[in-house]
C-alpha cells in the first residue's frame, strides 16, 4: 500500500506545496507578522522535512519539537485553524483527493495544543 507521501507525489509534491502554502499564509494579514523575523528559506527547508516525514516520506525531520518551536509566538487557535485552512486549499489546488486531505488534517490536529500558546 502506497503512503500519503507516494500518493501526492513525493518530494517535487511536498516541495510545490510548501512553496505555494507559505505564499498563502504570508499573504493573510491575520498571519503575516508571525513570519517577520523569521528566514524562510530555513522554514521551508525545515517544514519540507517535517511534512515529508509526517507523510511516510524517506526525508528525516530532525528539528525541534512543535512545543519548542512555537514557543513565545503567542499562536492563537484562529491563527492555527486558518493555517491549516491554508495548507488544506493548497493541497486541493494541488489535486490532493479529498480524503487523503482529510486524512493529512487528521493527523495535525493533534498538534494544536503543542502549537497554540
Same mark, same amino acid.
Given at each position: $500500500? &502506497?503512503? *500519503?507521501?507516494?500518493?501526492?507525489? =513525493? %518530494? @517535487?509534491?511536498?516541495?510545490?506545496?510548501?512553496? *505555494?502554502?507559505?505564499?498563502?499564509?504570508?499573504?493573510?494579514? !491575520?498571519?503575516?507578522?508571525?513570519?517577520?523575523?523569521?528566514?524562510?528559506?530555513?522554514?521551508?527547508? +525545515?517544514?519540507?522535512?517535517?511534512?515529508?516525514?509526517?507523510?511516510?516520506? @524517506?526525508?528525516?525531520?530532525?528539528?525541534? !519539537? $512543535?512545543? %519548542? &518551536? +512555537? &514557543?513565545?509566538?503567542?499562536?492563537?487557535?484562529?491563527?492555527?485553524?486558518?493555517?491549516? =485552512?491554508?495548507? =488544506?486549499?493548497?493541497?486541493?489546488?494541488?489535486?490532493?483527493? =479529498?480524503?487523503?486531505?482529510?486524512? *493529512?488534517?487528521?493527523?495535525?490536529? @493533534?498538534?494544536?495544543?503543542?502549537?497554540?500558546?
Amino acid at each position: $500500500m &502506497a503512503t *500519503i507521501y507516494e500518493e501526492i507525489g =513525493g %518530494e @517535487p509534491a511536498v516541495s510545490a506545496a510548501v512553496e *505555494i502554502f507559505y505564499g498563502k499564509v504570508l499573504d493573510d494579514p !491575520s498571519l503575516a507578522g508571525y513570519f517577520e523575523r523569521v528566514d524562510m528559506a530555513d522554514l521551508e527547508a +525545515h517544514q519540507r522535512a517535517f511534512i515529508g516525514a509526517a507523510l511516510g516520506g @524517506p526525508e528525516l525531520y530532525e528539528g525541534r !519539537s $512543535m512545543k %519548542e &518551536a +512555537h &514557543a513565545g509566538l503567542g499562536i492563537t487557535g484562529d491563527a492555527f485553524d486558518a493555517v491549516v =485552512g491554508h495548507l =488544506g486549499d493548497t493541497l486541493t489546488e494541488l489535486g490532493v483527493p =479529498g480524503p487523503t486531505i482529510g486524512t *493529512i488534517a487528521g493527523a495535525l490536529a @493533534p498538534l494544536k495544543t503543542e502549537i497554540v500558546s
